[in-house]
């Protein structure tokens, strides 16, 4: 960029370099009051606090009103604009999205609702045809891209809420014709008509769309009328035979983007046999030229760049690990936690913060909103790429060495005052240098900007500066990508051209003195304007009759109203005290206030044609400087946010290594062998909780798959061996509170955080890429979801079955038992035989159950691909109190259980004893085979000598001749108790003296 007059713009590091951002540091200090009017008054020293007419003073300093006022040089085109109108805005509420809190230092303080709103727009079109098949599309306004997942067949409802989880988006489109199921869905977890989105922490607009739109021609088509920006100069030509043309000499000629070219340059990113994404893409791409054509006219230049897209990018779901929602929430990896004061929860603000997670473990330690955001996407995007998972733990291993431990704290405290330079760059694209109301030195753009120049350029100085950084690739890439040019001429610029301390005074922002010299002479003649209208009120009292001389109080000067003249008001009469009686002039009244009139007279008017309104001179001079700033700043935006970007991974990776080091994790060995090896492994969250933990080993290997297609990575061309020396499932059998449940989540855990590049909860660990994590743990029942318990349990173990690889991991807690006990035995041994049945293609599974009758049955027997465990406990009947009769050792053995050990449970938990030692004798019988129909109708000899008691009584009752007495009406009641106890008493009496008379009866 070339150097600007009156600027010094640095060519390369140099030796000066730390001084110059010390220079344009130095003013970071400075905090900006925005002011709904900024105005000055100017008198003589009695003059009283008026206040300015609401008719009036309306603020018009960003318009030149004067043709003494400079001329406003030409605004550039601008780079970004909104997506929403300002109604449609207020009623989505997205201002608590992503990241939610995790840009809380910056958006909410910076960003007002409507601009956050429209930074944070994701609009997404997913479409599913009935056999399950899925397609989806979503734009990122903030990073204008378009992303495409690649189909998915059989997905289903459950790879639909993954999406939504992955996308978080604020508008979901569907097609008028979309399946039942999948409209059902969405509509559940949609705003409602008001804009309210209940207890959805993510709720989104969902709007229907025709099915026209959905066409995947139509969305081809659009997609090659994407005008994409390539970097650098074009290399390849992409043409075909139909596109060539014979010029005059005969000679063929390639025609550049041509409609086949483009089609084939489009087939470079993006897969067009994915016919339901292409069709989504479209419905996209439609609803952005609806909202252009909306909201800009057809000439409008800015409609040129609104909604722009600089990228298309074609994803897939199954590139990384693959983990769906119920996944997340089952391992506890990502939870949110609503506030329980619903008041609290709005209308700026989800209400939601992160519960007791392991996202929750490093949330806390990543310093910036985009490292925040990073640190988020890590957790959700496991990756299954061994060149990057090596590259992170080779990083963690760097940083949590003892040797940088005090470095890793300074620079993680550096990057406090580093900000996401994206949402800056949007502000001032739109010319907004201070947005919102909240009083705060990050409010203002420009102090924002100069800061991160300061502390990226000492971050980058500091990384340098740490031995062996070279070899560790983020570090080195951070080097490369912050340019101390850039950003040493951003910050000396905005040291240069904004004065801190008189913007804070102004709440606006002002132009340092020295930048323009009209501008400085400007704002002397302003600054003495309160001596000059000493001059002025003296002079005019001069003229004025004697007897009004004390009525006329002063000369004051208004922005935007000019000069005027200060008379009293009669308090009594409420009419002015002199208006210019006895003078050969005309006093026009402008507006009263405070006991005051403001007079505008024939010496205000010339003062007002000869000084002109020197205020808003000066803020539209000040505007012009501004505006040429922002030009300046603007042509290193790209530099700027390539380094915020850097900055932000960093941030999120030091995250993980300050975490590793307080939990006192250690890095797993990754291999392309499919097995899981963990010695003394712990659960991340379990552990944090109770006194002591007590750690466990696994040692699972899945299927060999097809040994000749596979080559090893580690050094030879060897082929994957075939590991059957280890079980590829693992069944655990043990009491209840055993820890079946931990052991099963924190295996997973282990294998979840070796792939995100982690350390892990372990003494020793080796982890084989694992492409898939599915679970049937937790039973997330909804009254949005029209099913019973066992129905979602069903449809978790049916997604896994179907989509399980030989290098996924399934975890099968207690499944079966929400059906009858014998259906449910038969589907979880069916279940654990389909698995250790697939040979080579067999997943890694670990599942635990309190069937034993399948153990006792032979229905499922130990082999090599097949092995049982069982939770270690100590059993002593002699205790005093059935809750110590049984100790959990939490440690796990080969071999089964045998028995659950439910009553002892139920009675630590508080189930009466009663209740407790009745459930025994019913299981004791249960063991033996016994008939409880036979069993329960035996009957004690007491009991039997009552019933014949009974029987007795019974027939000699009906053996009685039992006719109404005839009496008067006024002794029916009487008689009749008398003789119904009579009869009573002779029927007791005659089976058993001793059952004696009957009793009294009322």
Request: hydrophobic content about 40%; charged content about 25%; proline content about 4%.
């Amino acid at each position: 960029m070339a150097s600007y007059k009156g600027y010094q713009t640095p060519s390369g590091p140099s030796s000066g370099q730390s001084a110059r951002i010390q220079l344009f540091s130095q003013t970071t200090s400075s905090v900006f009051v925005p002011s709904a009017t900024d105005r000055r008054v100017l008198s003589i020293p009695n003059h009283q606090n008026l206040s300015e007419s609401p008719s009036r003073a309306r603020s018009k300093s960003t318009k030149p009103s004067y043709s003494s006022s400079p001329q406003l040089p030409l605004h550039p085109q601008r780079q970004r604009l909104s997506l929403r109108p300002s109604s449609s805005r207020a009623s989505s509420d997205n201002s608590s999205r992503r990241p939610r809190d995790d840009d809380g230092s910056l958006a909410d303080n910076v960003l007002s609702g409507e601009e956050a709103d429209a930074l944070r727009e994701i609009i997404m079109a997913i479409d599913m045809k009935d056999n399950g098949d899925l397609g989806c599309a979503y734009y990122i306004a903030i990073d204008e891209s378009l992303l495409l997942f690649e189909d998915m067949a059989m997905a289903g409802i459950d790879l639909v809420e993954t999406l939504l989880l992955h996308v978080d988006p604020t508008t979901v489109l569907i097609s008028a014709r979309a399946s039942e199921a999948l409209e059902s869905y969405l509509a559940k977890r949609a705003q409602g008509i008001d804009g309210s989105r209940g207890d959805l922490q993510s709720a989104y607009i969902l709007r229907s769309l025709n099915s026209t739109d959905f066409r995947y021609d139509s969305g081809k088509e659009k997609l090659l009328g994407l005008d994409l920006e390539t970097p650098g100069r074009q290399s390849i030509l992409y043409t075909s035979v139909v596109d060539d043309t014979v010029n005059d000499n005969g000679e063929i000629e390639a025609q550049e983007n041509s409609r086949q070219g483009r089609l084939m340059r489009l087939a470079t990113s993006i897969n067009l046999d994915s016919r339901l994404t292409i069709a989504c893409a479209g419905a996209v791409l439609g609803d952005l030229q609806r909202r252009r054509t909306v909201h800009y006219l057809p000439n409008d230049p800015d409609a040129l760049v609104a909604f722009r897209i600089r990228s298309v990018e074609m994803l897939s779901l199954f590139d990384s690990m693959f983990v769906n929602a119920d996944t997340l929430v089952s391992l506890q990896i990502l939870q949110s936690e609503y506030h329980p004061n619903s008041h609290q929860r709005g209308p700026n603000a989800s209400g939601a913060k992160e519960s007791l997670s392991v996202y929750g473990l490093f949330q806390h330690l990543a310093r910036t909103p985009q490292g925040k955001l990073k640190l988020r996407q890590i957790f959700l995007r496991p990756s299954t790429d061994f060149d990057l998972i090596s590259a992170r733990q080779k990083t963690i291993r760097f940083l949590v060495h003892p040797a940088n431990a005090d470095n890793l704290v300074q620079l993680s405290n550096d990057l406090k005052k580093v900000k996401n330079m994206k949402l800056i760059i949007a502000l001032l694209e739109k010319g907004v240098d201070i947005p919102g109301r909240k009083i705060s030195v990050a409010n203002n753009v420009w102090a924002s900007l100069q800061r991160f120049a300061a502390y990226s350029l000492r971050l980058r100085d500091s990384l340098r500066t740490l031995p062996g950084s070279e070899k560790i690739d983020i570090i080195r890439r951070a080097i490369d990508v912050i340019q101390p040019p850039p950003l040493c001429q951003v910050g000396e610029l905005i040291s240069q051209t904004i004065d801190f301390e008189q913007s804070m005074e102004r709440g606006r922002t002002a132009v340092r003195h020295g930048v323009d010299a009209g501008l400085d002479e400007l704002k002397r003649s302003y600054d003495g304007m309160e001596i000059f209208l000493t001059s002025v009120i003296a002079k005019l009292r001069s003229e004025l009759p004697e007897w009004a001389r004390n009525y006329v109080q002063n000369c004051i000067f208004f922005p935007q109203l000019g000069f005027l003249t200060v008379v009293s008001l009669n308090p009594e009469t409420g009419k002015c005290n002199y208006d210019g009686e006895g003078l050969n002039d005309v006093w026009e009244r402008m507006f009263a206030a405070e006991g005051c009139v403001y007079y505008k007279n024939k010496q205000m008017k010339e003062m007002d044609e000869h000084f002109g309104d020197a205020y808003c001179m000066i803020i539209d001079r000040e505007i012009e400087i501004i505006h040429e700033l922002a030009v300046k700043i603007l042509a290193q935006q790209e530099a700027i946010i390539a380094a915020s970007d850097v900055l932000g991974e960093l941030d999120s990776l030091f995250a993980l290594a300050i975490g590793c080091g307080q939990y006192n994790w250690v890095a797993p060995t990754m291999t392309t062998q499919n097995v899981i090896h963990i010695e003394g492994g712990r659960h991340p969250l379990q552990e944090l909780v109770v006194p002591s933990f007590i750690a466990n080993d696994c040692y699972i290997t899945g299927g060999p798959g097809n040994q000749h297609a596979e080559v090893m990575r580690e050094g030879s061309a060897d082929t994957e061996r075939s590991s059957i020396e280890r079980p590829g499932t693992l069944v655990l059998t043990g009491p209840n509170h055993s820890g079946k449940s931990v052991y099963l989540k924190q295996v997973a855990l282990i294998v979840y955080l070796a792939h995100i590049g982690c350390f892990v909860p372990a003494d020793k660990a080796c982890i084989g890429i694992t492409d898939r994590i599915l679970t049937r743990i937790a039973t997330r029942e909804s009254v949005a979801k029209n099913e019973s318990a066992f129905s979602i349990d069903l449809r978790q173990v049916a997604f896994a079955m179907n989509f399980a690889t030989r290098r996924s991991l399934v975890l099968i807690d207690e499944f079966g038992k929400g059906t009858n006990s014998l259906d449910g035995a038969g589907l979880v041994t069916a279940v654990l035989d389909h698995f250790a049945s697939l040979g080579s293609e067999r997943p890694k599974v670990l599942a635990a159950t309190h069937f034993h009758e399948i153990f006792e049955g032979q229905f499922l027997v130990e082999t090599p691909e097949l092995a049982f465990g069982n939770m270690d406990i100590r059993l002593d009947f002699d205790a005093p109190t059935m809750e110590e009769q049984v100790t959990y050792l939490f440690q796990l053995v080969p071999g089964r259980s045998i028995s659950s050990f439910g009553s002892r449970c139920a009675a630590m938990n508080g189930i009466n004893q009663v209740i407790v030692e009745r459930a025994e004798t019913i299981m004791l019988m249960l063991a033996r085979n016994e008939d409880l129909q036979v069993v329960c109708s035996n009957l004690s000899d007491t009991e039997m000598q009552r019933l014949e008691e009974a029987e007795a009584v019974g027939r000699a009752f009906l053996e009685q001749d039992i006719r109404a007495s005839s009496s008067g009406n006024g002794e029916v009641r009487q008689s009749s108790t008398s003789w119904c106890r009579g009869i009573l008493d002779r029927v007791l009496s005659s089976v058993s003296p001793a059952l004696g008379p009957s009793p009294n009866i009322p």
